[in-house]
């Protein structure tokens, strides 16, 4: 790389360390050609992105960012994955790192939030922003319907008392 290309790349993994909602830092030696392919592709089926960044790079770009606490977690063959949904990249990783054991989660950040390897595999367990979502429409809406159900009981059987009075009248 040449000078320009760096100082492009610091600036590009700046922004990217500024607007994700988390980074996973993780080592992949050993890992084959074809594997990296697989896993970039998944990264990038679930909204994410996966680069091979130079540590020194990285460090530089992390600089001035909330991220900065996790600049000692690049050392050696290391890569970052990461999402604009903090649960995205993480999710993705673990899911990748349970088929292929030479993934190695180091850690990662949230925000302001430094998270080591537990932190990252507790953030995803956590369901996505798209399924809280879900769940909570869900909680919403049903307070509705019986709300609904509710109000509309009362005028229902004052239709059926009619409705048998007026029975009771034509077989009189």
């Known amino acids: 790389m040449e000078r320009a290309e760096k100082r492009e790349f610091v600036t590009e993994l700046n922004e990217v360390f500024k ?3 988390s980074v996973v830092v993780a080592h ?13 592709s998944k990264m990038r089926a679930a909204g994410g992105t996966v680069k ?3 540590n020194r790079l990285a460090k530089i770009a992390l600089q001035g960012t909330q991220s900065e606490t996790m600049t000692d977690l690049f050392k050696g063959q290391t890569l970052i994955a990461y999402a604009a949904d903090p649960i995205t990249a993480p999710k993705v990783v673990m899911d990748y790192a349970k088929t292929n054991d030479k993934l190695v989660i180091l ?6 939030t430094a998270l080591n390897a537990d ?3 507790s953030l995803a367990t956590l369901p996505s922003l798209d399924e809280l979502r879900a769940k909570l429409l869900g909680m919403i809406q049903t307070p509705a319907t019986r709300i609904a159900g509710v109000v509309q009981a009362p005028a229902g059987q ?3 008392v ?3 009075y007026a029975k009771k009248d034509e077989a009189a």
Do not use: I
């Open 119 to 121: 932190g990252v595999k």
């Open 28 to 40: 992949y030696a050993g890992v084959t050609v074809a594997q990296m392919n697989d896993f970039r």
């Open 162 to 164: 009619l409705a048998a």
């Open 19 to 21: 607007a994700s909602g």
């Open 52 to 54: 091979v960044a130079k």
């Open 158 to 160: 004052l239709a059926r």
């Open 107 to 112: 850690g990662g950040s949230m925000g302001s």
